[in-house]
């Protein structure tokens, strides 16, 4: 019996078929893709050569929907018709209550919001669950979720912050990344030393922060000596604006999130 069918083999579905196989939670046997695109299904089970690989969605245990937000109603009414009573779902803006109502009452629906980092297996999800989900599907959730990333509880209404911050956040990453290495350029360095040293920097960060549990604010202090090249920086970017323009852009794109979630039915 298939376990898990993951609805839409896409980039998000392919990257969390990845994740769930190399982690060892499944067996490729007990795993489907359902994609409805024939030459992506076929470079999928060129990907995955012992995972059932078809074009309708397959009777299981549980499924992930991880189809563009137009096509949910659609694949979700499949699922219903083949008896999936247990759904995470990754579309973007898709409300728990609507996929509730195309899987019926009974079914157990959740919503995770993750992000492209995903495609490395560094996501970062919100998760939110429906009136009919358990802490045993919580938990489930979770380790297929975390397949591709971490995972972090939320109430529905605030999967729109979530999607502000971690969704968009990649976004704002990447301009920071772009600045970095222009300003690099401009004090002489060769791009590719300047492309380096940028990644490596908001690699080092991060990593240092996360494995370390250092928080944002002593590690900035310890890089930060009394009257030097740091705090000659940080002046600046504080002339600039620029935490408050990171706080906007959040806001900002939160409540664009709540607006498209508005439109969608
Ligand atoms: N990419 C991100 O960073 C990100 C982050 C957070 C959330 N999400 C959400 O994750 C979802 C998937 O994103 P993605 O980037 O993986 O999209 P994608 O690459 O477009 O993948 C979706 C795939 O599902 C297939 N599909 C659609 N309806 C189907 C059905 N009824 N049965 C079987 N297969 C079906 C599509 O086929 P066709 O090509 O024929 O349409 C497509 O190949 C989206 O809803 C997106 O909003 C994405």
Known sequence: MTRLCVVGGGRMGR????????????????????????????????RFPDVEV??????AGSAV?????????????MMRKQGINRVVSIVAGVKISVLQFHLGESAVVLRAMPNLPAVVGAAASGLAGGPTATEEDY??????????????????????????LSGSGPAYVLVLTEALIEAGVLQGLDREVSRLLAIQTLLGTARMMSELGDTAEDLRARVTSPGGTTAAALRELERAGFRSAVVEAVA???ARSRELGQQTH
């Open 15 to 46: 990257a969390l078929v990845s994740g769930l196989l190399r982690s060892g939670w499944i067996e490729p046997s007990e795993i489907a893709i359902a994609e409805r695109y024939e030459a992506a299904r076929a470079d999928l089970q060129h």
């Open 54 to 59: 078809s074009g309708d969605v397959v009777p």
């Open 65 to 77: 929907l991880a189809v563009k937000p137009p096509d949910a109603p659609e694949a979700t009414e």
């Open 139 to 164: 938990s489930w959730a979770e380790a297929v979720l975390s397949a591709f990333g971490v995972v972090a509880r939320v109430p529905e209404p605030l999967l729109d912050a979530v999607t502000g």
């Open 252 to 254: 900002a794109a939160t």
